[in-house]
């Protein structure tokens, strides 16, 4: 037994603890607010990489609950030990409780080994797949063809470029902050592009080809992101939007091989949202307070657009594509008159009026939630068992 209690504690947008309670209670309200399931029909097998966190888990839990998914997770997730475990770990021990036929693996998604161990119980279990989500996120990449580790990096590419972004001081009030980013080296982007971009997502469905695991009609997507033009410069035109683009050259050149099988491939938009990824992309934490403070209630959570996403890859709803074939699930986000009364503020906001300007305190709560704190209905007084294994 290893009973404390847990306070948030760390530096920036970085916490160095979660809260096991606040992780299952997250998961257990975001069960709630999904409501009843779907009419019954065949489930959809799904493999879903990227499963504990932000859109990965949203989606994880939205196929489960609406469309009785059964199949795999894989995350990437820290054990408990001097520190407690990753949020991730507590979210994915409450998630697996809500079906036995969804199964999930701690292990790093680029690696042969993991590809091998999740089609082994593909095989075995369920003896095809119908849909794979692939929602990566993450600092580097170990190529297990050549050896060779990359690192990503959040940066422009021709330019340095200076933008004001979002922090709070050691009493916790807000600061408005000017920082400048120097442009990428060539290496820099192109290993950007090696960690965030489609390759590994290609590699995911070519091994699934190679084991004759593909259903007919089977359908993969991966998560995106393009955003306002008020953060281009550092995302949509700088290193992770490259790795964006790769992402979207993918999904058509991985239709091209679907086609055997009757397969598609989709890149989906997602619109903005407080995530561990997108904290740390300067600017962000700004911009989407104001897109909050613009929207209110209805600003759509990453739960409410992987409702919408399931539909459409199930056939519930039809497809919202894009001229590029995209799927768009940001378009309340992109609304002209949203973004035009976004940019007003964004250029309006001074350190004196940012905690008027911007909804900061909705900010900090879906930040700190991200750790498991600031959840309604958790007694953070009292000692929580944090020694818990991950799913059977």
Not at 18 to 23: E, M, N, R, T
Not at 32 to 48: C, H, N, S, W, Y
């Amino acid at each position: 037994m290893s009973e404390r209690i847990v306070s948030p504690a760390g530096l920036g947008f970085l916490l160095v603890d979660s809260h096991p309670a606040g992780c299952f209670r997250t998961v257990a309200d975001m069960r709630e607010q999904l409501g009843e399931a779907r009419a019954p029909g065949r489930k959809p097998t799904a493999l879903v990489i990227g499963s504990s966190a932000g859109y990965g888990l949203a989606a994880t839990v939205a196929g489960l609950t609406r469309h009785g998914i059964e199949g795999i997770g894989i995350a990437f997730e820290q054990p408990p030990g001097r520190r407690t475990a990753t949020a991730g770990w507590y979210r994915t021990i409450a998630t697996a409780k809500l079906s036995p036929a969804f199964t999930f693996l701690n292990a790093d998604a680029f690696a042969d080994t993991t590809k091998q161990q999740a089609l082994d119980l593909i095989a075995d279990r369920f003896g095809g797949l119908d849909v794979l989500v692939y929602s990566v996120a993450a600092p580097r990449r170990t190529d297990p063809r050549s050896g060779t580790t990359h690192q990503s990096v959040i940066k422009p590419l021709g330019a340095e470029h200076t933008t004001r972004t979002l922090g709070f001081d050691r009493d916790g009030r807000p600061e408005l902050r000017e920082v400048t980013a120097a442009p990428a080296t060539e290496d820099e982007a192109a290993a950007t592009v090696k960690v965030m971009g489609g390759e590994d997502w290609s590699w995911w469905v070519e091994a699934l080809a190679s084991r004759d695991l593909l259903r007919d009609g089977f359908t993969t997507v991966a998560l995106s992101y393009i955003g306002s033009k008020l953060t281009s410069a550092i995302y949509r035109d700088g290193t992770i939007g490259a790795a964006k683009v790769d992402l979207e050259n993918t999904a058509a050149a991985l239709t091209e091989r679907l086609t055997p099988v009757g397969g598609r491939a989709f890149t989906s938009v997602n619109g903005a949202a407080v995530t561990q990824a997108s904290t740390a992309i300067p600017g962000i934490a700004l911009y989407v307070s104001l897109l909050r403070s613009v929207l209110g209630d209805r600003m759509q959570s990453p739960l409410e657009q992987s409702v919408q996403l399931w539909d459409q890859l199930t056939g519930a709803a039809p497809l919202d594509l894009d001229d590029e074939g995209r799927i768009r699930l940001d378009r309340w986000e992109l609304d002209p008159a949203v973004q035009a009364e976004v940019a007003r503020r964004w250029a309006a906001v001074t350190p004196a009026t940012v905690d008027e300007v911007a909804d900061i305190a909705w900010f900090r709560r879906q930040f700190r939630s991200l750790y498991g704190f600031d959840v309604p209905g958790v007694d953070y007084t009292a000692p929580v068992e944090t020694d818990q294994p991950w799913p059977a």
